[in-house]
């Protein structure tokens, strides 16, 4: 649907984590008015509709993907299985019931526990600001298969991670630059750069908002399952000491994260 100009400068002023939403919201109810222009009037007829029955759309979480399943041009490891159980344990858990319990007043949509996921560490989803993201990784390895020397995993490598080892002849990785997007894997015409494991990233502990923080990554890329098990262990860590709201970020601490670490990452693979 076509939007006037000063319709589009009115939705960017809206948060950005309910832009899309309210967005879509504009334009079903403008299509219901047999509009075909969204205009400035439609904006913030739709956007007071919205903001003010805020409560009756939250549901306790909130779970995005970047593009959704096949769309990410540069994907390195798709999760859209893991997306799914990932999806029904947060509607298990009873999230809004929970926050319901330990908000005082309105519920609004920064109480809700959110996780994303990212195919690519291009991150258009921005986990490092999320409770909990998900990065698909490809964790690169060299085989015994002859290096050519052509160079094009260098070529392929935006971070400068690759560089080959003239007197051994070999591809050398460095993990301190490399993002485990896959790519010099996927230029490699000999196979002497393979995956030595597929699955994700894990990102832990971000938000926005007065006292932003980044989140933390776990050193080390881990499969469905295990993945799996460290949302479903800090849903139980929120639910255990996150009181009148607070977020994820604030209650997640040092101690938190190296004992998730230590458990679910058996041995650090690369640094941060």
């Known amino acids: 649907m076509k939007w006037t100009e000063d319709a589009e400068e009115a939705v960017k002023k809206v948060p950005f984590f309910?832009?899309?939403k309210v967005r879509e919201r504009v334009e079903k109810e403008a299509s219901e008015a047999g509009k075909s222009v969204v205009t400035i009037a439609e904006v913030k007829a739709t956007q007071k509709r919205y903001l003010s029955g805020m409560a009756s759309e939250?549901?306790?979480y909130q779970l995005d993907t970047c593009f959704g399943p096949g769309g990410c041009p540069n994907r390195a490891y798709g999760g859209d299985d893991l997306l799914k159980r990932i999806e029904l344990l947060l509607k298990e858990e009873d999230l809004l019931?929970?926050?319901?319990?330990n908000v005082r007043g309105d519920l609004k949509f920064h109480h809700e526990f959110r996780v994303t996921f990212s195919d690519c560490p291009n991150a258009c989803s921005q986990p490092q600001i999320k409770d909990m993201g998900l990065?698909?990784?490809v964790l690169p390895a060299i085989t015994d298969e002859n290096c050519s020397l052509c160079e094009s995993c260098i070529g392929s490598c935006a971070e400068g991670a690759v560089s080959i080892d003239k007197e051994k002849e070999i591809p050398v990785?460095?993990?301190?630059l490399c993002l485990k997007c896959g790519k010099?894997?996927?230029?490699?015409p000999t196979g002497?750069?393979?995956s030595a494991e597929n699955g994700f990233r894990v990102l832990l502990g971000g938000k926005l908002g007065r006292h932003p923080r980044l989140a933390r990554e776990l050193r080390c890329v881990l499969n469905d399952d295990k993945a799996f098990e460290i949302v479903k262990a800090c849903i139980i860590l929120y639910k255990k000491k996150s009181t009148e709201g607070k977020r994820f970020a604030e209650i997640f601490n040092d101690a938190d994260f190296n004992e998730i670490e230590g458990r679910f990452c058996k041995q650090i693979r690369y640094k941060i």
């Open 58 to 60: 939250i549901k306790g």
């Open 18 to 20: 309910v832009r899309k």
């Open 97 to 101: 019931e929970f926050l319901k319990k």
């Open 184 to 188: 010099c894997i996927k230029a490699c």
């Open 135 to 137: 990065i698909g990784a």
């Open 173 to 176: 990785i460095n993990f301190d």
């Open 192 to 194: 002497t750069i393979t």
